[in-house]
């Protein structure tokens, strides 16, 4: 499972920072939908010293991709830009950001308006009741999709999916559509919809033979 959450990219007077750093993971507690459960990422002070921490033993720049295509197989994962420093300051994690020239044109010319951090849950502290610390930063994207709404949106990507949760909830809103074809509720079960496609594809069959 990734998480990611968005943040906006150019302060108020439409421009990118001076100095480099961005405000990339915020503190606070966020709710975040992963099938029909609901976990809550808690990013507190020993989850930012913790990313801090590791990204500093790492020695290694992160990348900053465009829409998390990193994460997809069937997508270029060209950078954006590099993350060469992090820091922990009063409001979350801090990074400064070495845009290339295919990043930095990008959000000037607006066709980004949010940063969006990721985590693996591999690198998450359970607490417990769907409760997560995350606890490295692992790579940062520019989107324009948030998934929640406010400031800081997130979002998961599930363990083993080429895709993050933001691509995957458009998908669970088209099953939802599948579901009430096929008369069933909009948050049934996978095993719900197999057994409702299977009775049709029997009686089709069924059908066929009398034909």
């Given at each position: 499972?990734?998480?990611?959450?968005?943040?906006?990219?150019?302060?108020?007077?439409?421009?990118?920072?001076?100095?480099?750093?961005?405000?990339?993971?915020?503190?606070?507690?966020?709710?975040?939908?992963?099938?029909?459960?609901?976990?809550?990422?808690?990013?507190?002070?020993?989850?930012?010293?913790?990313?801090?921490?590791?990204?500093?033993?790492?020695?290694?720049?992160?990348?900053?991709?465009?829409?998390?295509?990193?994460?997809?197989?069937?997508?270029?994962?060209?950078?954006a830009g590099w993350v060469a420093a992090v820091e922990a300051r009063t409001d979350g994690l801090w990074a400064r950001i070495e845009w290339t020239d295919l990043g930095e044109p990008a959000i000037l010319n607006k066709?980004?308006?949010?940063?969006?951090?990721?985590?693996?849950?591999?690198?998450?502290?359970?607490?417990?009741?769907?409760?997560?610390?995350?606890?490295?930063?692992?790579?940062?994207?520019?989107?324009?999709?948030?998934?929640?709404?406010?400031?800081?949106?997130?979002?998961?990507?599930?363990?083993?999916?080429?895709?993050?949760?933001?691509?995957?909830?458009?998908?669970?809103?088209?099953?939802?559509?599948?579901?009430?074809?096929l008369g069933l509720s909009a948050d049934a079960a996978e095993d719900s919809a197999v057994e409702a496609v299977t009775a049709l594809k029997n009686r089709a069959d069924e059908a066929d033979q009398l034909q």
């Open positions: 499972m990734k998480y990611y959450n968005n943040l906006p990219i150019l302060n108020r007077g439409e421009k990118l920072p001076d100095d480099g750093w961005y405000h990339v993971v915020p503190f606070g507690e966020f709710k975040v939908r992963h099938g029909k459960a609901t976990i809550l990422q808690v990013i507190d002070d020993r989850a930012v010293a913790a990313m801090v921490e590791r990204y500093q033993a790492a020695g290694a720049k992160l990348l900053v991709d465009f829409d998390h295509f990193s994460y997809d197989e069937g997508r270029k994962s060209e950078a066709r980004y308006r949010f940063v969006s951090p990721v985590w693996s849950s591999a690198d998450c502290e359970d607490l417990g009741s769907n409760r997560l610390r995350p606890l490295c930063l692992e790579s940062v994207g520019l989107t324009n999709q948030p998934n929640m709404k406010g400031m800081q949106p997130l979002s998961n990507r599930g363990a083993g999916d080429k895709l993050p949760i933001s691509h995957r909830n458009k998908e669970i809103k088209n099953m939802k559509k599948v579901f009430e074809l």
